[in-house]
């Protein structure tokens, strides 16, 4: 007697207390309603061409609508005049050529039956004069913008005129075009917030000075949108809870400004975030990455929310479904964004209202999207379909003919490719020689504060193993093997192993990889030099400084972890500083020998040629890997194609068809690092667009 | 002609006990309550009733049949006959031709009792009872005896034998002996299901099931005398034996204990404490104990023992599987409704989470407990058209409570597609609809019940529809069967029916999409309730679906173990409904369940383990239409 019956889910009436409803629940902003309360907030994408949101553009946020979004918002950062500058390719609204995009735009999204806003700007001073008008900038004063080292012109009589008409402008361009609404930014430096700001504001007239004064003009921005819009055009407000600045805008501050535009009348909903981003330390904290605890700053949308009647959005470091529902359920918010989330997976309330929790691919917080966005477009480090919606779908289907596929290696290439061939319905074996599955994810996650990397295995695994993949775990493949399988197709995905420098004395350095996987303890005095600029060798340095090493990072690069991108770097950089880590540029390891029981390492200057030496107990370097390519040519006698690829064929997303080999048995591809040293997303993606043709 | 011989006494004798014995059971059903009876009607019909009614029941088993044909009516042929030789004293030639009737039926009664004895040779069929239902092959055979052996004097003699010949003697010695065993039984013993049987085709509680209609509705109960303050209410619901009008209490006794019902009974077969068979026996044993003037509680109270376990009660799913199989046409559900209505109004004795959920309903006017205003929450982006707005439409959509689920809500988005691209004209009631009653209604709650029914119909007057079409066989059973009692009268449709419709007219296309196969799980209330289990087949095979039947299907479905608040008062057992059932479905190798219920979509997704996918046939239909080249795009548009 110890079984029960199972209760039916909706009879369990009040018994279950979260069921995601406050996140399932309509919403009401103006007179608009939204399907439920989860949104995606307006970031500069890198989509744009020639300022222009096309079909790229529109289906990246299509998809979301398609995943059961309620709202989203493109265009981060548009401009509403031609002297607002476009330093991540945004979209330019200061014309009526824009109207045709949105209309495709508004009704891509509105099919799938979500809400759609742009959000608006005039950028100030916060970019370059060297953008596509070359203009000079406008600021209520003239100083100077860290991040983008520009100035600005104080605005005149006419600036203020003009300015406030272009944004009227823009939002009718927007409501003509279909949209549901517009949201205008008052943060992160742009325009309207230069003004509320006292750093930035020192103006004497009736602009400058008072509070009152300060948010004079936003609001009569407000006031020249709201005349040129219809009554059921939703604006909002971006603004941030904490400038987080010294002699900025505190959070008491931000809640009077808040209070004043919400209650204004003239503001349908007010989304708030935080900080400033005049320079990259600040940033980051308005685009929280892993090494932030979750819903970081919900208590500054809270606190407005507590004094203002219109419905309040957050986003920021809202990972996942649960904490966001709650957010809304304990009455911190009305609704909330999960942006890069949505990067991630945009189908996350899809597979939500379908049960489906687990399937949904969390955002890791690798900001790989904030860091790389500028070159190519939006992308996500562990899902190629980002931003590519055109070619490689977010969910793949069944296909034919059903193929045996073996990939060899379960690292993200490995696992990657191996997802995608079970999701087209083809019979797939995975072989991995280690003991579990993850390959070089596995050295990444142990730094402390990227440990979330773990999540893109754990994803990946989970939907491998649903999918029925035949894992064969501490399973090395030699070509028997993998021919024992009789395989049509045969991926390669057997990685790298660490390079070493080519200099005399090499044989004394151990590589990133052996200290962070444990086999190497670390030593107390150590010289990390890292070639890579990516995350090992600061990651390796941070690893091995918070194990109470003396590091000193050595690069001949112009900074240390040059490559792991603007956003990521302030990361490393905070802890290497807070480690007493020693940052060294500009130098070349040019040998390495042992005196006594030491290891000395002479480091070459890149630009004067003069050396200096380190007397260390310990070497530790990182130059990226060389293939392990000895499974990929024994198979390739035995492959069909000789392991050639079309890479016209590839590019363009058709199915590869070379065969040269009349006696071969299967299809040959090698990806990832057995090709040559790259990142997880350059594996992923290559794995998916190789997999998504077969 | 000759007066009657000593077989001819033996058979008067018998005659005027079995008189006795209907007096005695008459006498012993006084203690139920006062039932206005047509036996004029009861009457007329019996022989239809019988011979149509029961025996279609009886036929599902074919050796039961066979056994019951020859066994009941060889005995009762060669009884009217003997009684026509040994009473009437008919001798000469018409005698010999009687004789041999008499002879050729004890025969065919004979090998019926054979059949009889050869079914409960041991080991005994678990559903069979023993005691005295071990005799009546003895008894039976024993009249036979005497039958023959007097019939056979008759024809040997040419006259009447001689009344104090060794044989005669010998032969009326075992007729009394055997008869009286017979007629005695006809009251307490195997028997009964004869004597009462008979009545209970007379007076039965449900006449329609006569016209060979399905009859599933509860009956309301008459709350009026409770509305009016007073010092002496009556008691709702049944507490003791008393409680129950005496054409029940004869139907209880007609019981044959066949087992039947147990066989059928899904919380039976998980190990949960009930058995039909057993509730029905306790109800017989507890009106015997009321005939001493004592009316012993049904179900223990305040300290004194009670007939059946409270657990027993609140098992029941409701799904009528008994009723269904019962060959004596007894009501094993009402029975457990009306016991459960003085637990719940009079005791408030209910099992904590139905307590919980009864209250909710109160409070809400949800099973949820949502605000009404929430129902179309997951339906925002469908812009669905409101009745109060519209005044009118073709279609009411009545939505249930599976708007408020996750799951089901997909089911009901699928419908609204549907109902959009085959161009019906349909509104729902949104923020007016209430729960349709059915859960707290099974639950004996039915103050609840009527509030909410006598509400929705309030609401229902005020539009103009064709008819309601609703995804909820609860919805569709309770709107459609147990409203008019309460003035609202409604065309309503399971969606299986309109869906099946749409396609057949050519509205709906399926489209060359996988050809799967599929099981398919009849909702007792919509299959047994109310004897919907071919529109969902014939739908899914317009789908270009297959359908692998399971071993329970269609009129004898399996229940999911979710009906009647059952899921609920979760009662403990061995095993677990939804996990039985989705054993029967993984056995026919389908790869899909094809539901129409939101209820049993919930209990069979809640099984673990590998298990064939659970689709509403709304959500198979949709993928069928989507498959039709360019209408997923055209779904999408509407």
């Known amino acids: 007697m110890q079984s029960r019956t199972t209760p039916v889910p909706f009879l369990s009436g009040r018994l279950r207390m979260t069921d995601y409803e406050a996140l399932l629940k309509p919403l009401k902003i103006r007179n608009l309603t939204l399907r439920n309360r989860m949104a995606s907030t307006g970031h500069a994408a890198g989509l744009a061409e020639d300022g222009m949101p096309k079909d790229r553009y529109q289906l990246y946020h299509a998809e979301k609508a398609r995943g059961g979004i309620g709202l989203t918002i493109f265009g981060g950062s548009s401009s ?164 987080m600045m010294s002699g900025g805008l505190s959070a008491q501050d931000c809640l009077r400004v808040a209070t004043a535009f919400g209650n204004s009348g003239l503001v349908d909903y007010i989304s708030v975030y935080q900080a400033h981003g005049d320079n990259f330390a600040n940033l980051s904290a308005m685009l929280p990455d892993m090494s932030y605890p979750p819903a970081a700053f919900l208590h500054l949308a809270s606190a407005i929310k507590a004094e203002v009647d219109i419905p309040i959005l957050h986003a920021s470091a809202i990972r996942d479904v649960t904490t966001a529902n709650r957010a809304i359920q304990d009455g911190h918010v009305d609704f909330v964004a999960m942006t890069r989330a949505h990067i991630a997976d945009p189908h996350i309330m899809k597979k939500l209202q379908e ?262 107990d310990q070497l530790v370097f990182e130059l990226g890997t060389l293939p392990n390519e000895d499974l990929y040519h024994a198979l390739k006698p035995l492959s069909s194609n000789d392991g050639e690829v079309d890479l016209e064929a590839l590019i363009e997303n058709r199915p590869q068809t070379v065969n040269t080999n009349a006696d071969g048995h299967f299809q040959l591809f090698r990806i990832g690092d057995a090709v040559m040293s790259r990142n997880v997303y350059a594996a992923i993606f290559e794995a998916s667009r190789f997999m998504a043709q077969i | 002609m000759h007066g009657p011989d000593l077989a001819g006494i033996v058979l008067l004798l018998a005659a005027a006990g079995l008189v006795g014995q209907m007096v005695r059971l008459s006498w012993r059903w006084r203690v139920g309550g006062t039932a206005s009876v047509d036996w004029v009607g009861g009457l007329r019909r019996l022989a239809h009733a019988y011979f149509h009614t029961v025996h279609e029941v009886v036929a599902r088993d074919p050796y039961a049949s066979r056994m019951h044909v020859m066994a009941a009516g060889g005995l009762v042929a060669a009884l009217a006959l003997a009684f026509v030789l040994h009473v009437g004293g008919m001798r000469g030639r018409a005698a010999v031709a009687l004789a041999s009737l008499i002879l050729v039926s004890t025969a065919v009664s004979v090998a019926g009792v054979a059949l009889v004895a050869w079914r409960r040779r041991p080991p005994r069929p678990r559903r069979l009872t023993g005691g005295t239902f071990n005799l009546l092959p003895a008894a039976l055979l024993g009249a036979l005896v005497f039958l023959c052996g007097s019939t056979v004097q008759v024809i040997r003699v040419g006259g009447s034998p001689e009344a104090f010949a060794p044989s005669s003697m010998a032969l009326a010695l075992l007729g009394t002996i055997a008869l009286g065993t017979l007629v005695m039984w006809s009251v307490e013993g195997p028997m009964r299901h004869a004597t009462a049987g008979v009545v209970n085709l007379m007076a039965h509680s449900r006449p329609r099931r006569f016209q060979g209609r399905i009859d599933s509705a509860l009956k309301p109960l008459d709350l009026t005398g409770l509305r009016k303050p007073g010092p002496h209410l009556p ?74 376990a409270p657990e027993t009660l609140w098992a029941c799913t409701t799904c009528r599987a008994c009723v269904h199989e019962c060959p004596m046409l007894i009501e094993h559900v009402d029975a457990i409704v009306d016991m459960r209505r003085y637990q719940t109004l009079e005791l408030g004795a209910v099992p904590a989470k139905a307590a919980v959920a009864l209250e909710t309903i109160r409070d809400t006017d949800t099973v949820a407990g949502r605000a009404l205003g929430s129902r179309l929450d997951w339906a925002t982006d ?32 699928a419908l609204v597609h549907l109902l959009r691209h085959a161009d019906v004209d349909f509104a729902v009631l949104g923020d007016e609809e209430r729960d349709c009653g059915d859960l707290a209604r099974r639950l004996g709650d039915e103050f609840t019940f009527q509030d909410l029914a006598t509400r929705n119909i309030e609401t229902l007057e005020r539009y103009a529809f064709d008819l309601i079409v609703t995804a909820d066989p609860h919805a569709f059973h309770t709107l459609r069967n147990e409203y008019p009692a309460l003035g609202g009268h409604y065309r309503v449709e399971h969606h299986s029916v309109t869906l099946d419709r749409l396609f057949a007219d050519g509205r709906l296309r399926a489209g ?74 993984r056995a026919t190798g389908a790869a899909i369940v094809a539901v129409a219920c939101p209820t049993c979509t919930g209990m069979l997704e809640g099984v673990i383990g590998p298990r064939p996918v659970v689709l509403d046939i709304a959500e198979l239909a949709l993928a069928a239409l989507e498959a039709v080249p360019g209408a997923a795009e055209a779904v999408l548009a509407s």
């Open chain 2, 382 to 413: 469908l812009k669905l058209p409101i009745m109060a707005e519209r005044r009118r439409a073709h279609v009411l959509l009545w939505l249930g409570e599976a708007a408020f689920d996750r799951r089901t809500q997909r089911t009901l988005r």
């Open chain 1, 80 to 243: 509403v005049a031609v002297d607002s500058p476009l330093p991540f390719s945004q979209i330019d609204v200061s014309s009526d050529r824009i109207i045709p995009y949105f209309e495709s735009f508004a009704r891509r999204v509105h099919q799938y039956g979500a809400a759609v806003f742009c959000q608006l700007t005039h950028l100030g001073r916060r970019g370059h004069y060297a953008s596509h008008n070359w203009l000079p900038l406008i600021g209520p004063s003239a100083n100077r913008e860290q991040a983008h080292r520009s100035y600005a012109k104080e605005m005149e009589s006419w600036d203020f005129k003009r300015t406030i008409k272009a944004f009227g402008d823009a939002a009718r361009r927007c409501e003509q075009g279909g949209l549901d609404g517009i949201e205008i930014i008052a943060a992160a430096h742009h325009l309207i917030d230069s003004f509320l700001s006292p750093v930035t504001n020192q103006r004497k007239d009736q602009y400058g000075g008072s509070l009152e004064n300060r948010m004079r003009f936003g609001l009569e921005v407000f006031q020249s949108i709201r005349e040129a819009v219809g009554d059921n055009f939703v604006v909002g407000l971006r603004m941030a809870g904490d400038e």
């Open chain 2, 235 to 308: 008691i709702v619901g049944a507490v003791t034996p008393a409680s129950f009008p005496w054409p029940r209490l004869a139907q209880f006794d007609a019981c044959v204990q066949c087992g039947r019902c147990q066989e059928a009974c899904p919380a039976y077969a998980a190990g949960q404490p009930l058995n039909p068979k057993r509730v029905i026996q306790d109800l017989v044993e507890a009106t015997t104990a009321a005939q001493g003037g004592q009316s012993p509680l049904l179900i223990a109270e305040a300290g004194i023992g009670g007939a059946i």
């Open chain 1, 355 to 616: 049960g489906r929790e687990d399937d949904i691919r969390q955002c890791v917080g690798a900001n790989y999207c904030g860091d790389f966005a500028g070159s190519g477009g939006v992308k996500c480090v562990q899902n190629a379909a980002t931003g590519h919606e055109a070619f490689m779908p977010h969910i793949h289907v069944p296909t034919t003919p059903r193929r045996k596929v073996v990939v060899v290696g379960g690292g993200p290439a490995g696992l990657e490719a191996a997802r995608v061939a079970a999701e087209r319905g083809h019979g797939v074996v995975l072989f991995e020689g280690e003991s579990r599955l993850g390959g070089q994810i596995n050295l990444a996650k142990t730094v402390p504060w990227r440990e979330n990397m773990g999540g893109i295995v754990r994803w990946l695994e989970s939907q491998i193993r649903k999918k029925g993949v035949d894992i064969r775990l501490g399973a090395r493949a030699d070509a028997r093997a993998v021919q024992a399988e009789r395989p049509d197709v045969v991926f390669v995905a057997t990685g790298g192993s660490p390079a070493a420098p080519q200099i005399d004395g090499a044989h004394l350095g151990v590589s990133t990889w052996r200290i962070l996987d444990g086999s190497v303890e670390p030593g107390s005095n150590v010289l990390v030099y890292d070639e890579m600029g990516l995350h090992s060798g600061s990651g390796c340095a941070d690893f091995m400084a918070q194990r109470g090493a003396a590091v000193e990072v050595a690069t001949p690069d112009r900074e240390v972890g040059a490559e792991t991108g603007h956003l990521t770097h302030v990361a490393y950089m905070r802890k290497l500083y807070e480690g007493n880590v020693i940052q060294t540029p500009n130098v070349k390891l040019s040998q390495a020998y042992m005196e006594g029981n030491s290891i000395v390492a002479v480091l070459k200057n890149e630009f004067t040629g003069a050396e200096e030496e380190r007397v260390v």
């Open chain 2, 512 to 585: 060359d999409g996988p050809a799967d196969v599929v099981t398919y799980h009849d909702p007792c209330y919509l299959g047994r309730y109310n004897g919907e289990v071919a529109a969902p087949r014939r739908l899914l095979g317009r789908l270009g679906l297959t359908i692998a039947e399971m071993e329970w299907s269609g009129l004898r479905s399996r229940c999911c173990g979710g009906g009647g608040g059952a899921s609920l008062a979760d009662v403990p057992g061995e095993r677990r409904i939804p996990d039985m059932r989705i054993a029967q479905a």
